[in-house]
């Protein structure tokens, strides 16, 4: 009995493995200099992309960006968490399919979510633009179409740059332009 | 019986424990109890022997069939259930999915050549999921309710039935009267003919005429027309026989021509009631409201 608990040593082999154990954010995943690069890679569409970036695939900012999306359509009056979670879900299920038939050497739904949910970022932009003017009017509509076209451009450069499919970013940009538009309709209407 | 009735004072000479169950056992006269509870002697081995080889033979059988089945299960699902076998209709370059939107809308006149049917299904199915986009889009506008499902559920399921179910059927008289058209080919032609549909869908929602459906049926003699006769030109140049075409033609016809009267009436007819009822009120009543006055002066008068 005494050797099962025996002394400080068998909780703690030594003070040095307590000091040696990785932060508790790098223990979860959560990089917030990854976080930054990718989302300054989403902010400026024309920049090329890293091959390796999207590599690491962590699910922090989607998340926080989902809930900032449904958060900014609360404040206008829309609770759609429920449409955002099963739209999310549909979208990257069928662009996970879609990229598996298309590449060469296949994609994780992880790497498909972590894209689609960082490319959100201009949809969640243009949500919070309409808590303050409608979007059913002239500038709206030349919002949400920028908007779109913005998300989609954004993702289907990482994506072409993480599975090296450079001559095909158009025809993979137009589905991710349809999920980014379901979005939108939920955005205006 | 006898035997017992010796063997009784027999084992209460050699134990001096009574159990009391054999006691009360022993003294009941019914001959049916005691013969259950103790079997002839000389037959129980040979009967749990035959018992027990059949239960482990019917072991042995079960688990042969188990696994024989679980064998060919797998076999099939490596064959058939590896979506793989779908990546070479998804090799498409841009410019190939471009072209082959285009002319869907361009039909050609049946000759002795067969026209080329495409074996790809990225294009037909980006469309389909344009539909269904558009079919949302029209919904929201609208403000279609639906009593059991969600808006997408419904567009899903009305496009995806009719894509893969008029492709089931076409595909089932294509056999029956021997035509030459895979169902790969039939599904990548009866996707790029939903194009013509797409088209008139967003026009009919961003161009609103209101007591009209001319607008519509312009639209839909147009672009629903063009492409029907360009899958109907496909199926012809590999069809033999007159009445065989005639089946064929006719089906797929009227399957698409009918589809998108029933997008316009079930969705876009719900738009222009709405806009009809909140566009009426005064302006059309005022009339009725002027003959009233006149009328009353003209009594007073």
Redo the contacts between chains.
């Keep these: 009995m005494s050797g099962e608990f025996g002394g400080n040593d068998g909780f703690y082999s030594s003070s040095d493995s307590y000091e040696d154990e990785p932060p508790l954010l790098e223990e979860l995943g959560i990089n917030f200099d990854h976080i930054t690069q990718k989302t300054l890679a989403v902010l400026n569409p024309f920049k090329a992309a890293e091959h390796d970036m999207m590599q690491d695939t962590d699910l922090a900012g989607p998340l926080v960006f989902c809930l900032a999306f449904g958060g900014s359509l609360m404040l206008c009056g829309k609770l759609q968490f429920g449409y955002i979670y099963?739209?999310g879900v549909?979208g990257c299920m069928?662009m996970y399919?879609?990229l598996?038939?298309?590449s060469l050497t296949g994609v994780s739904v992880g790497c498909v979510v972590s894209v689609l949910g960082y490319c959100l970022l201009p949809m969640v932009i243009l949500s919070s633009s309409a808590v303050l003017l409608s979007l059913k009017g002239m500038i709206g509509i030349v919002l949400t179409v920028l908007a779109v076209v913005w998300c989609s451009f954004s993702s289907s450069k990482l994506f072409v740059s993480a599975l090296s499919m450079e001559?095909?970013q158009?025809?993979v940009a137009?589905?991710c332009g349809?999920v980014y538009?379901?979005f939108a309709?939920l955005t205006?209407? | 019986m006898a035997d017992r009735g010796q063997s009784w004072p027999t084992q209460q000479d050699e134990s001096a424990i009574i159990d009391l169950g054999d006691v009360n056992d022993r003294d009941d006269g019914s001959d049916y109890e005691t013969d259950m509870s103790r079997g002839p002697t000389d037959g129980s081995g040979k009967g749990s022997l035959e018992e027990d080889v059949r239960k482990r033979l019917t072991d042995n059988v079960t688990q042969m069939v188990w696994n024989a089945g679980t064998q060919q299960a797998k076999r099939a699902w490596s064959l058939y259930g590896n979506?793989d076998i779908?990546?070479p209709?998804?090799?498409?370059?841009?410019h190939e999915?471009r072209t082959r939107l285009l002319q869907s809308f361009l039909p050609r006149m049946p000759s002795s050549e067969k026209q080329r049917a495409y074996r790809e299904l990225?294009g037909p199915?980006?469309v389909v999921?344009?539909l269904i986009?558009l079919l949302?889009?029209q919904m929201?506008?609208a403000e279609h309710k639906v009593e059991e499902g969600?808006l997408?559920g419904t567009a899903f399921g009305v496009c995806f039935t009719y894509w893969w179910g008029t492709a089931a059927l076409m595909w089932f008289l294509s056999y029956v009267c021997n035509a030459h058209i895979t169902s790969i080919q039939l599904l990548s032609l009866l996707g790029y003919g939903l194009a013509g549909h797409c088209v008139v869908i967003l026009l009919g929602t961003l161009i609103h005429t209101s007591h009209d459906h001319l607008f519509f049926y312009l639209l839909w003699a147009v672009f629903g027309g063009l492409s029907t006769l360009k899958m109907v030109g496909v199926i012809l140049s590999r069809t033999h026989g007159k009445s065989q075409r005639l089946i064929l033609s006719c089906t797929i016809a009227a399957i698409h021509l009918l589809f998108l009267l029933y997008l316009h009436f079930a969705y876009h007819q719900i738009v222009e009631d709405l806009s009809r009822v909140l566009d009426s009120d005064p302006v059309v009543k005022q009339p009725e409201v002027v003959n009233n006055v006149r009328t009353v002066s003209k009594g007073e008068i």
């Design positions: 099963g739209i549909v069928a399919f879609l598996n038939m298309m001559n095909q158009p025809l137009y589905p349809l538009g379901v309709l205006v209407f | 979506i779908l990546r209709y998804f090799n498409v370059e841009p999915v990225y199915l980006m999921f344009t986009a949302l889009f929201k506008a969600t997408m």
